[in-house]
């Protein structure tokens, strides 16, 4: 994968066989061991944490950590065989390394990209990405949700009831018409060519999108493909509001 973002340390193929407690997921490696790695994921993994299914982890050398592994990727076969990236630290550094490459014209010519800027009403939230410009341009706010939930092609957040998530959209809402509002949503499968939000399990979330929508919101549903070598951005999904 020459134009990949991110390319994973070696990883180590294995089966999964059991997610518990949210952050803990028991593999089988190819070798026959098996270990307990942690899953970087505090969401349910609608559709995607299978027992029995294909799944790659990486190995710290950190005598520090707990645990030793991290569940990178599972493999799901929804609509052909495919890996889902299921490590929630990822998705931001990936962004980051985009907005450096300026991959997404979208976005206009920003000059400067800052992470973790606090904003919103209480001044308790931070905003993933904050970009500026030296032409007097608006600023935006930019905020990423992993995406790995699917309906055939389409992809779909959230996966479960999200009180965070909308109150970031609420926050995205206040700041509008004076700044740019962006909603990144990094699509975390490559067999997905289309987005929308999850109505069936957070109505609240689908319904204050379409309002964020219609008060100026902008939409980035972004494609990834990921393989165990790493992951190359493959352009954007289709909105479906």
């Not at 270990?35 to 799944?55: D, E, F, K, L, R």
């Amino acid at each position: 994968m020459d134009d990949c973002l991110y390319s994973y340390p070696p990883l180590c193929p294995g089966i999964l066989l059991k997610r518990y407690k949210r952050f803990f997921a028991d593999v089988q490696l190819d070798s026959g061991e098996v270990i307990t790695a942690h899953c970087p994921n505090t969401g349910p993994m609608t559709g995607v944490s299978t027992i029995g299914s294909a799944v790659q982890v990486s190995r710290s050398d950190n005598p520090n950590r707990k645990l030793a592994y991290t569940l990178e990727l599972i493999q799901v076969h929804d609509n052909q065989p495919t890996w889902v990236g299921v490590n929630t630290a990822l998705p931001n550094r990936v962004v980051k390394l985009a907005l450096e490459k300026r991959l997404f014209p979208q976005l206009g010519n920003y000059s400067q990209i800052k992470g973790e800027v606090v904003y919103g009403q209480d001044h308790k939230s931070r905003v993933d990405f904050y970009l500026t410009s030296d032409d007097g341009e608006k600023p935006i706010y930019l905020e990423v949700k992993n995406t790995t939930w699917c309906d055939g092609d389409l992809a779909l957040f959230p996966d479960t009831e999200t009180t965070r998530g909308q109150k970031h959209l609420r926050e995205l809402m206040a700041l509008l018409p004076a700044s740019r509002a962006v909603m990144f949503y990094f699509i975390n499968r490559g067999d997905c060519n289309a987005f929308a939000p999850g109505d069936t399990t957070d109505p609240v979330y689908g319904k204050l999108l379409r309002e964020a929508i219609a008060l100026g919101l902008e939409v980035l549903p972004c494609r990834f493909q990921v393989s165990p070598q790493g992951i190359r951005y493959l352009g954007l999904a289709k909105l479906k509001v």
